[in-house]
Each structure stands twice: as C-alpha cells, then as structure tokens.
C-alpha cells in the first residue's frame, strides 16, 4: 500500500511466486444454526424477574406496580396557585425593599451587631464585609423561604419545574443481594438442592430460561414441599434437563402466540388501564388492571352487545392466561364455544373437539366419564331440560333425573356400558323393541331391582305429566345426521370426559352453530354440569380448573346458579360471557350476579342490563356539595354605583356564593350511566378474590392493555 492508501498494482515479489498447495483449513465451528436468531443473554428475563411486585388491591397489575395514596391529595387551581405564588413573590420583594431602605428602623440590624465584635467594624475591613453580606443573605432567605411557603413555591416547582419535565425514575436495575435475589432459587439452596439451584442459576443467565420455565419449575418444587414429589427426583432431573426439567406433557414450553401481557411470576394477565376518571377511587386511576387465578376463582360474567370486545378483549386474554398457567403445571382449562370464534390456534390446546365435524380426532363423552347411573342422569338431565326448569326448587328436575336413571341403570346392568344417542332416544320414546330386549336380558339375570325400576318407567309411559316424551325431543336434536359419529359409548372412539381435569390439559370444544344453536346449549349446558360434577371430587385441588363458555345463552338454569356457588371452595371458576342478560331468565338474574365474583359490563348495555349491575353493585355515601348564588342589593349610591360597573365589565349582576356540603347515598354506577357513559372499548367491573377483598365498580380502558 502506497502513502496515499491505494494498493501498487505491480506488487512484489513474493506475491507473484506461486506458494506450494497444503491443507485446506477448515472454518471454526459457528456457535449456532445458519440463519438462526442470535442467542440472548438472559438479561431480559433476568430484568423481568427481578422486577419487584408490590402487595396491591384486587386487579391492580402488580408488575412494576408503584403504590398511589388512597385519598387525592388537595390540587389547587393553576390560575390560583400561580397567581398566590406572584403575589408572595411581590410581597417579599416589598418587605426586603422596606428593610434595605430604612424604612422600618434599623432593628433587624441589632443581631449583626451583637455577634461581631468592634474590630471587624473598620471600614475596608475584609470580615466586615463578608459577615455582613452573609447577615444579608440569610435573612433574604428567611423571607423568601417564609413567602415562599405562603405561596406554594414548591408546589408550582414540582407542577411546572423540572421535576415535570423528567419522566417517571427508572426502575433500579442494580442486581439485589444474592439472599434477595430471585435468579439464585434460594429455596432449594435452603433444601440442599445447591446443584439444582446452580444448574437453573445459569441456564437464566444464559438465555436458556423463559417465564413459562420458571413457573413449571416453580410448580414443581411446590410439589416437593408439599411431599408429592420427592426430592432426589426433581434434583436429577433439574440437573439433567436444566430449564427444560419438568416439562408438560404436550412437550411445550410456550404457546405458539402471544397477544396479551402476562406476568407467570403473580399469575396475573393484563386486560387494560383503570381509566383517569373521578368515579374510578384515587388509587386505581391509571394502574394497569389484571386478573388472575385468586379472582377467576370467584368465577366472572361479561355481558355486553355483539362488537363490544367480550371475546378480543376478555376471553382470549384470560384463556391465553390460562393455557400458559396449564404449561406451568398450574391449571387445567376448558375453552366452549363456535367454531372460529378468536379462542386461539389449535396449537394452543392438547385436545381439540370439534362437534359435528367429521375430522375431529376426539369425541365428547356424553355421560361425563362417570360409571354410576344415578350421577350420569343428573348430569343429562341437567344438559337436556335445565333450562325448563323451575328457578325455584321443584320436583320437574328430579323427575327427569328419575326417568333417565330408570333406564340408564337397567341398560349398564346388561350391556355393561351406558345407551348410545339413537338408543336412548328409542329407550325415552317407549319403542316396545328395545324395552322388550332390556326385560328379557334383566329377567335372565335375575336383577330384580332394577326390573323394578323398568317397571316403574313402563308404567309413567304416556301419563299426563311424563317428563319423557320431553327428554325424548331433546334427545332427538342430538340424534341428526350431522352427529352421527359423535357420542359412541361403545369404545371405538377416542371420548374426552371432563374427568381428566385432576391434570394440566387445555380443552378446547368447537359447537356446531348452523342450523344446531338448540344442539349447542345442550352440549354448553352438559360441559357446564359434567365441570361442576367432576372438580367437586378431584383428589387435588391444587391445580385450578376454569370452564369458559364464550357464549353463555340458555346456560344459566337454577341447577347451574348452584353449581358456580360451590366452585369457590373446589379451586374452580366459571368465565360466562353474554350479550345482554335477557338471554338468562328473569327470576335467576340477580341470584347469578350474585354467585359470581367478577362481573363485568361492557360499553353498550341496554338500560335495563345496567338496572341490574346498579342494583347488585349497590350505593355508596358521598359528600355533595350544592352551590348557590344569591344577587347581593346595594343599600348606598356608591354601592349601586359599583356595582353598574361590575355589571358593565362582566356582563353578569354581582352575586354572593353560597356553598353546603352534605353526605348523601348514591348508585356507583346508575344504569344511565352504564347504557350512555360507557365510552367504546371501554368495560366497567368489579372484583372479587377468593379471600373474600372486593374492587369497587372500575372503569377500564380494555384497549391498552400493553401500556
């Protein structure tokens, strides 16, 4: 290369004798596949775990969450404060004038010339001059220090100065001691587990960690306290597996999407930002607002029209929550509703039930997995004509409970398994074939019991009153051409039972809706009833089970009412959503918004849909103040005179104001309100947690729910 830069095209010698061949040198091993994304570091989620969550109330998002004050503060107008902070200033600037000049003695003097002696008072005298003018700046701060108290100098500081400029402080990202850190899994250091605790130590380090990780092993280690797992077992495999150790059966480690802001660390999943809103109490407005197992638990209802964002904006958040919790080995869920509703990818779930279409690789058990004949026709009873039921306790579902048992027990008894769709039909309907068959074989048994029972049933055959012609038409809405291949009982499909729920599965069941709407709230209302039937007896519950019905129409019976009430105390919550509540009946409206903890009222609601939130959210004492203006009359000339020119420069009489201030009971939230004040994209709910701690009625912005 030349001095100016450029290459000598002639070159050298050297560079012209052609070097003897040898070995071609092989290129280092990359650290990672051709076109892969570079491996993180682990910062992120190291930043993320160690982000303190702060004890909050009901549906706070605790992430990053920084406490506000629970009443707000006192803000004073900004014309008023800048004007009582000027007049503060000129008021100083005159007592200073006053004293510089003279103009009040010279007393304020008397203390300078106590504490220095005679000598400093020399002229030209260096510590004369200094003393002096420090005595004059200290007592110029004395008066501006007192008026600036008088005039809030500090207030319009923080409002107007550089503290308003500066964004919120950042979070401190200094690593936490190592007894305080999150990232060094302490707890199993305490339980010997050292090794464990060093292997998933460095695979957070390294990138190789993710939230969904961290809250399966997490899970894991809770059942090794709690002694279903043993020790030695979760230490191999944390040592063998690192992040990976304990893994769900499906394989995953994180779902194929994500459009929601989750936090595995509180369980919590962000459904948007309590709006800035005086109705809303101080320290809710602006924190984010989120929901978890410990409110799910409380089951919640969303009502609100077609279009509000009851699925976008509600469901898919909390069933993606859901699934993640599921991964995590926290919560089994089962997701109801149409076919290409926005209940995420088919990916997302373990087991995907597609009612009425001939590719489904799974059935829906139509007896609930259950082998006792008393308790699969409570079930299907409930599923058939609970909706027909009266809300009050009566004896029409008993009766159906009693028909289906009188014949479901006498067909298990001889065919060892319960009576398909078309046979139960014909079995409901009295065909003298089947009930003839069903005689003969319990005959030859012996079973004189339940012989009994088919007598019984005979008998009640056309009787006015019969429930079973009943159950025998909605049976046939089960029993069409489109559902041929569904419901087998005789083992040659793969039937899914909600008995299945003591696991992590994620359930997804797709109702057919054209043509088959009465079809599909059969089946929502088998699903809700077999749910209820089977968390009540699950052997752990530690492991939360939801049910979400997307669509909740024609589900809301009495029997149904009675089973989301008993769900709290079996770890287990219902998500409903409506379109407005006149798709439940009249009399059951108030016990069901009653039963549930977390009720939520979207933006749209007819009038009559917010009586009913107004009323079960109830009223609350507020202070009103009532302002009144009174004309004040002058006596005097120069009064009147006055006041013409007020009246001039105003435009308005001079009046005097009057103001009382009196504590009245009012609606939270009128149903005026409600149907008129509800801003689109917007909801309204409220809380309540398994411990019994309620969010008051909450105005929510479901369209930031990443902020």
Known sequence: MDSDGTHDARGTHADRVPRPAGPPRVPPRPAQAPGGPPRPDGSAFLSWLRTPRPEAAPGVWRFGHRPRPEVEPERIPARQLLSGAFIAFLVGYLIWSLLWNGYLGGWWLLPLYAMIPDSWAQPHSFGSVVVVYAYYVAVALGIMIGVGRLGRWGEVWRRYGPPAWR?????????????????????????????????????????LMRDVDHARITRAWQGVRSGRHSLATFTGAVLQEGAA??????????????????????????????????????????????????????????????????????????????????????????VVGAAGAGLGPVDAYDVVVRVGHPESVYDLDLYGGTTDPDEAAAVLAEALVGDLADPHPSGESRRSTTVLAQLLGPYRAVHGRFPSVPELRQLLDGAPGPLGALRKALTEDGQ???????????????????????????????????????????GQTRPFSLRALDHPVRVRIDLPQRGHADASRILSRLVLAQFAASVAVREDRSLFACLVLDDATGVVTPEAVRGIQRLRSANAGVVMTLRTLDDAPRPLRSPLLGAIGCRVALSGLTP??????????????????????????????????????????????????????????????????????VPPGHAVLSLTSVRGEHAPPLLVDLRNSGA
């Open 448 to 490: 004189e019991s339940l012989l009994r029972e088919l007598d019984a049933r005979e008998r009640q055959l056309g009787q006015p009153g019969d429930v079973g012609g009943v159950l025998a038409d909605r049976v046939a809405l089960l029993d069409r051409p489109a559902f041929a291949g569904f419901f087998d009982t005789s």
């Open 608 to 677: 009559w849909d917010g009586q009913d939130f107004a009323e079960v959210w109830g009223k609350e004492w507020i202070e009103a103040r009532d302002v009144t203006d009174r004309q004040i009359i002058a006596e005097t000339p120069a009064g009147k005179a006055v006041h013409m020119l007020r009246r001039v420069i105003t435009g308005n009489a001079p009046t005097a104001r009057a103001v009382t201030v009196r504590q009245v009971e009012r609606e939270r939230w009128s149903a005026s309100e409600l149907a008129h004040a």
């Open 167 to 207: 964004r919120a402080a950042p979070v401190d990202t200094r690593p936490p001691v190592p007894e305080e850190d999150p990232a060094q899994w302490n707890a199993l250091r305490a339980a010997g587990a050292a090794d464990a605790a060093d292997r998933l130590g460095s695979d957070a380090r390294a990138g």
């Open 245 to 334: 150790a304990c893994l769900h059966p499906s394989g995953d480690r994180d779902l194929p999407g994500r459009l929601a802001r989750h936090d595995l660390v509180t369980g919590q999943v962000r459904l948007g930002t309590t709006a800035d809103d005086a109705r809303n109490p101080y320290a809710y407005r602006g924190t984010g607002m989120a929901l978890g197992p410990e409110l799910l638990g409380t089951s919640l209802l969303a009502v609100g029209p077609a279009g509000s964002g009851k699925t976008g904006c509600v469901v898919w958040p909390l069933v993606e929550s859901l699934c993640l919790h599921a991964l995590a080995g926290r919560a089994a869920v089962v």
